[in-house]
């Protein structure tokens, strides 16, 4: 292999692939980045066996070959390179690459192309093709939710589900629950309903870039793989096995009071609320105060306390429709959910102390959040 290319390229590429490289495995070839030229291109991919991230990269290519090197060894020393262009060539015997760029070289020990795991060659006929921007936005205001407890792998995952034009995201824990959905460009030919891990489409969200217009989805039959392509990157992801819980079952059909208020000045109250609830159990009241007269005017009251560090109290102007009502929340999931929404108002649907509250941007039906009570000690 013989290959001329931009540093600045190869840095990206690197960035890009990186993050699917495995840090902990007993295969030593899955903490290397496999380098391979791909008719006129260079591919770089990296895989944990979960996740496979591959990039095509623009390269000079003189001579055809591949090998796997070191991924953390490569990353660190193209980032360092003096020289804007970059050339790699492969002693096949040693499975040495010698790395030039500028004043710089370098011989870095690989280990032969043929001992990494095939990554799949996608049949991206009737593939999902979902707007990047929807797309990004639907997986940060639905993944944060997904639990990290590997005792319950389902809810590790997001549930995604696409029906003729329709395009559904769902995450749950066991204490709050975010629910997205957005209209495709072109109806699927192919319904569509999988539980993808919420780490895959997280990384799904920072490789895509604005630049770009649209991500391209396919399900293989009978792999239980989900892949996506975006320009010159593809991520194939292992799907969890499982039945996600009817999370349509969670959601609250009505409420007895509804709140519209700030989202900034609500998310402001929180954070402040916060810095005296982490002390604890991250507990946070809201006294929902329901205007008394026709000169009064409603108010929510947000407020912290904690044995050590002291209490924090925060009044803050909204418009109660309904009864008045004192209900508190982990003040950390309540700020997750209110950062992840992006119109001025935010309404908040409550029943009772002891009942989910739902939280809603006010003029935008696509989103709910739906959030457990704690105990009011």
Same mark, same amino acid.
């Given at each position: 292999?013989?290959?001329?290319?931009?540093?600045?390229?190869?840095?990206?590429?690197?960035?890009?692939?990186?993050?699917?490289?495995?840090?902990?495995?007993?295969?030593?070839?899955?903490?290397?980045?496999?380098?391979?030229?791909?008719?006129?291109?260079?591919?770089?991919?990296?895989?944990?066996?979960?996740?496979?991230?591959?990039?095509?990269?623009?390269?000079?290519?003189?001579?055809?070959?591949?090998?796997?090197?070191?991924?953390?060894?490569?990353?660190?020393?193209?980032?360092?390179?003096?020289?804007?262009?970059?050339?790699?060539?492969?002693?096949?015997?040693?499975?040495?690459?010698?790395?030039?760029?500028?004043?710089?070289?370098?011989?870095?020990?690989?280990?032969?192309?043929?001992?990494?795991?095939?990554?799949?060659?996608?049949?991206?006929?009737?593939?999902?093709?979902?707007?990047?921007?929807?797309?990004?936005?639907?997986?940060?205001?639905?993944?944060? /939710?997904?639990?990290?407890? @590997? $005792?319950?792998? &389902?809810?590790?995952?997001?549930?995604?589900?696409?029906? =003729?034009?329709?395009? *559904?995201?769902?995450?749950?824990?066991?204490?709050?629950?975010?629910?997205?959905?957005?209209?495709?460009?072109?109806?699927?030919?192919?319904?569509?309903?999988?539980?993808?891990?919420?780490?895959?489409?997280?990384?799904?969200?920072?490789?895509?870039?604005?630049?770009?217009?649209?991500?391209?989805?396919?399900?293989?039959?009978?792999?239980?793989?989900?892949?996506?392509?975006?320009?010159?990157?593809?991520?194939?992801?292992?799907?969890?096995?499982?039945?996600?819980?009817?999370?349509?079952?969670?959601?609250?059909?009505?409420?007895?009071?509804?709140?519209?208020?700030?989202?900034?000045?609500?998310?402001?109250?929180?954070?402040?609320?916060?810095?005296?609830?982490?002390?604890?159990?991250?507990?946070?009241?809201?006294?929902?105060?329901? /205007?008394?007269?026709?000169? @009064? $005017?409603?108010? &929510?009251?947000?407020?912290?306390?904690?044995?050590?560090? =002291?209490?924090?109290? *925060?009044?803050?102007?909204?418009?109660?429709?309904?009864?008045?009502?004192?209900?508190?929340?982990?003040?950390?999931?309540?700020?997750?959910?209110?950062?992840?929404?992006?119109?001025?108002?935010?309404?908040?649907?409550?029943?009772?102390?002891?009942?989910?509250?739902?939280?809603?941007?006010?003029?935008?039906?696509?989103?709910?959040?739906?959030?457990?009570?704690?105990?009011?000690?």
């Amino acid at each position: 292999m013989k290959v001329t290319l931009l540093q600045e390229n190869l840095a990206r590429g690197l960035g890009i692939v990186s993050r699917a490289v495995s840090p902990r495995s007993t295969l030593p070839v899955l903490a290397n980045i496999l380098i391979a030229t791909d008719e006129g291109r260079l591919r770089l991919s990296a895989t944990n066996l979960e996740m496979g991230i591959t990039c095509w990269i623009a390269a000079r290519i003189e001579d055809e070959g591949s090998t796997t090197v070191p991924a953390r060894t490569f990353a660190d020393l193209v980032n360092t390179l003096p020289g804007d262009q970059v050339a790699l060539n492969l002693d096949t015997s040693t499975q040495t690459l010698n790395m030039r760029s500028g004043t710089s070289t370098n011989d870095i020990k690989g280990i032969d192309a043929q001992e990494f795991p095939p990554l799949p060659v996608p049949d991206m006929e009737g593939a999902v093709q979902l707007n990047v921007l929807d797309f990004r936005e639907m997986i940060h205001q639905v993944a944060f /939710a997904a639990s990290t407890d @590997e $005792a319950r792998p &389902v809810l590790m995952g997001v549930l995604v589900i696409v029906a =003729g034009e329709q395009i *559904t995201m769902a995450a749950a824990d066991g204490f709050r629950l975010s629910v997205r959905s957005a209209t495709l460009s072109a109806p699927a030919s192919q319904p569509v309903n999988i539980i993808v891990p919420a780490r895959a489409l997280s990384e799904l969200a920072r490789i895509a870039s604005d630049g770009e217009e649209t991500i391209s989805m396919v399900v293989p039959k009978g792999r239980g793989q989900v892949i996506f392509r975006v320009k010159d990157v593809e991520l194939v992801s292992q799907l969890i096995d499982g039945t996600f819980p009817d999370y349509q079952q969670i959601i609250p059909r009505s409420y007895k009071s509804r709140t519209l208020v700030s989202t900034s000045s609500l998310l402001k109250a929180c954070k402040q609320a916060e810095i005296f609830a982490r002390e604890g159990s991250n507990v946070a009241r809201l006294d929902i105060k329901a /205007a008394q007269g026709e000169m @009064e $005017a409603s108010e &929510v009251e947000i407020s912290a306390t904690s044995e050590e560090t =002291g209490k924090n109290e *925060t009044i803050v102007e909204a418009t109660v429709d309904g009864s008045g009502v004192l209900i508190a929340f982990n003040v950390k999931y309540l700020r997750e959910a209110l950062e992840v929404i992006r119109t001025p108002n935010v309404a908040l649907e409550t029943s009772a102390a002891n009942a989910p509250g739902v939280i809603k941007p006010v003029g935008e039906d696509d989103f709910l959040h739906v959030i457990m009570p704690m105990h009011l000690g």
